[in-house]
């Protein structure tokens, strides 16, 4: 079955602080692999995407994600934290065989001073 | 540029009541794709639209119908509503495929009581 799990609900990190938010996908080929950021009140926002290459990808806002075949994941990292970076954050694949994108139920970020 | 935009933000009706939900993209792409979000769940795929005339279910499409009226507008509409309707309704738009960079609107806030 294809499915993606984001195995923590909530992260509370401070300002300037490291980070790393977990994204594990079981799918049956490559998958392509997103992480969307939503903003209180807002609609969500590409940060990066994976389908083939380097396994390092580059985002928008200092992030970045890497993928791990051997491990069926991509997480997400930021090495300093703003305080503009709480948010809530969607890993998702795709597509599926019903030509979904499956979106996990997301992590949400708060930012301490 | 407003990108993707969408009517209301905010609604209540009614059990059994009907209403249609409007979008419009001005970025000139061929797909547009209505999700819903409910809490402590990732975003679900109600319909989509690969091209002008051509509309496809989803993972939840039961309760709903849309409209490609043309290549900018894709309206979802709720027949008669139930309270497991109750959401919160984006839609998204991306240059063709369903892997392509989704651009999501604000929202639309449901409740049916």
């Known amino acids: 079955a294809q499915s993606v799990t984001q195995p923590d609900i909530h992260i509370t990190v401070s300002e300037g602080a490291s980070l790393e938010l977990r994204c594990n996908y079981s799918?049956?080929?490559?998958?392509?692999l997103f992480w969307y950021v939503q903003s209180p009140g807002q609609g969500l926002q590409l940060l990066l995407k994976y389908f083939s290459g380097d396994t390092l990808v580059q985002g928008i806002k200092g992030f970045e994600a890497e993928f791990k075949r051997s491990q069926s994941s991509f997480n997400l990292r930021k090495p300093s934290v703003h305080w503009s970076d709480a948010a809530e954050y969607f890993c998702a694949v795709g597509p599926t065989r019903a030509n979904n994108l499956f979106f996990g139920t997301g992590t949400r970020l708060t930012v301490i001073p | 540029n407003a990108g993707v935009t969408q009517t209301p933000k905010f609604q209540v009706l009614k059990t059994g009541q009907s209403m249609t939900l409007q979008c419009a993209q001005d970025m000139n792409h061929n797909s547009m794709y209505w999700y819903r979000q409910d809490p402590g769940m990732g975003l679900r795929l109600i319909y989509y639209s690969a091209s002008e005339g051509t509309t496809d279910k989803g993972e939840v499409p039961n309760g709903y119908n849309v409209s490609r009226l043309n290549k900018r507008e894709f309206s979802l509409r709720l027949e008669s509503a139930a309270p497991s309707q109750t959401s919160v309704y984006f839609c998204a738009s991306s240059e063709r495929a369903l892997t392509d960079t989704q651009y999501f609107g604000p929202g639309t806030r449901l409740t049916v009581l």
């Open positions: 799918y049956g080929a490559t998958p392509y």
